[in-house]
């Protein structure tokens, strides 16, 4: 059964850090790229981030670069969004994608609250 289980969100300050995390199981990891989206209430879903199968190329939206990282652990299974100097537009559901060809697998989501 494939699962992507999203961790690490919650409520923290302007200028804060969180760490998301994205256990996979069920399917081979290491030969998906694997994504990080985001959708707000009342907006569409957006790509946040983005790392190829060997994690040898990442890509990120204009807002995020130079405060979010993703990385991945193919040992681990494992899909990771580091975000710092975090800012109230940053507040979201955010989930995790894997993607090989015409396989597209998703998350369940994990909330990200930025607010005083």
């Known amino acids: 059964q494939v699962q992507l289980v999203e961790s690490g969100g919650g409520l923290v300050q302007p200028g804060g850090s969180l760490r998301l995390s994205c256990a996979a199981s069920?399917?081979?990891?290491?030969?998906?790229?694997m994504s990080w989206f985001r959708q707000a209430p009342g907006k569409e879903r957006e790509l946040v981030a983005e790392i190829t199968r060997d994690g040898g190329t990442t890509k990120y939206t204009d807002s995020v670069k130079g405060r979010f990282t993703i990385s991945r652990d193919n040992a681990e299974n494992t899909v990771y969004l580091q975000m710092h100097s975090l800012k109230p537009e940053d507040t979201a559901m955010y989930y995790c994608k894997a993607r090989w060809g015409s396989y597209v697998y998703w998350g369940q989501g994990t909330q990200v609250t930025v607010s005083s």
């Open positions: 069920g399917f081979t990891f290491s030969a998906y790229a």
